[in-house]
């Protein structure tokens, strides 16, 4: 006997007469992640996008503000050096004349600082570098240069896939319940995902939902897709109740119609868009693929088998 028992999607229609029967909190708003509803479809966002906001932002400002911090510091010393050694050079010339360091009886203290600067009496920055790393080598130069160093290497990892990630993780679109044709369906990356409503699966953990579709892969398999649901934008935790409320709201819409869970409204749509700059957007042949992949659904048996515990039946 396994320790651990595997845990299977549930058929919808199994807990369809419960969630027909259940009391929906609210008939002016739909529970989230809906954003839409009318008379034909009823829309189902994911997380994604608000999870990606959540980590990849927050992530990008702070190690924008350490970067920023570090190469303003950098900047400050540099700066900060390079009036330090710009005063000693005009105090000397001063005191000594302004020829004083061609003179072969300075100091090498006084001559190296006098050599740091160039012709236009600017401590440049290659020389800067020198200076920091190497010619302190013995009093901290080392040990700044492998910090630094460090520092870079972390930021080159970082910093580029942090960026790549805000601009071109696009918004996905949203899981569409229509009513007329009895079908759920959505799209991914340019690959149409559908399911008859009837033949809905479902699994549900304190993390998060997931719906089940099927898609046709590139040899023309059937393949299994889940749409991610988080009805508390809690990229960690939701919660099973959270779940109820929105399984509910869809079931009852699908079979009694918009004006059951929505009568005030004939048409409803969320203001809540998460921000993205690009949206995935619907591919040209949707409805090619859509037929192919309900053709396939109702040509073949494809589904899994479940016994009582929803666990797969083994083939006779």
């Not at 396994?2 to 807990?15: E, G, Q, R, S, T």
């Not at 050599?115 to 020389?127: A, V």
């Not at 079908?183 to 990356?189: F, L, P, S």
């Not at 109820?244 to 009694?256: K, N, R, S, T, W």
Request: positive net charge.
């Amino acid at each position: 006997m396994a320790l651990i028992k595997p845990i299977y999607p549930v058929p919808l229609i199994n807990k369809l007469k419960a969630l027909l029967a259940f009391k929906l909190p609210n008939e002016e708003m739909p529970p989230p992640p809906i954003t839409y509803v009318d008379d034909n479809v009823c829309k189902l966002s994911n997380n994604s996008i608000k999870a990606r906001n959540m980590g990849i932002i927050p992530a990008l400002c702070m190690v924008s503000f350490i970067a920023f911090y570090q190469i303003a510091g950098f900047y400050s010393t540099w700066k900060s050096n390079e009036h330090r050694i710009q005063e000693r050079v005009e105090f000397h010339k001063k005191k000594y004349g302004e020829n004083y360091f061609l003179s072969s009886a300075v100091t090498p203290v006084r001559k190296n600082n006098y050599e740091r600067l160039d012709e236009n009496g600017k401590f440049t920055l290659s020389k800067y570098i020198n200076y920091r790393y190497y010619e302190t080598a013995d009093v901290g130069g080392t040990a700044r240069l492998k910090r630094d160093i460090f520092m870079l290497v972390f930021y080159i990892l970082t910093l580029p896939p942090l960026l790549y990630f805000l601009i071109f993780f696009k918004r996905q679109a949203p899981m569409v319940f229509d009513r007329n044709r009895q079908i759920v369906y959505h799209w991914y990356k340019g690959n149409v995902r559908a399911q008859h409503f009837k033949d809905l699966r479902i699994h549900e953990d304190s993390q998060m939902m997931r719906i089940q579709t099927r898609s046709l892969g590139k040899r023309g398999d059937m393949r299994w897709a889940n749409f991610m649901v988080q009805p508390r934008h809690n990229p960690y935790y939701n919660g099973k109740d959270a779940y109820e409320p929105v399984l509910a709201f869809i079931c009852q819409f699908m079979e009694y119609g918009r004006e059951h869970v929505m009568p005030q409204h004939e048409q409803w749509q969320s203001d809540d868009k998460p921000f993205a700059f690009f949206d995935d957007e619907k591919p040209k042949d949707f409805e090619q693929q859509l037929n192919a992949v309900l053709t396939h659904l109702s040509e073949n048996d494809t589904d899994i088998p479940l016994d009582k515990d929803n666990l797969p039946i083994p083939p006779a």
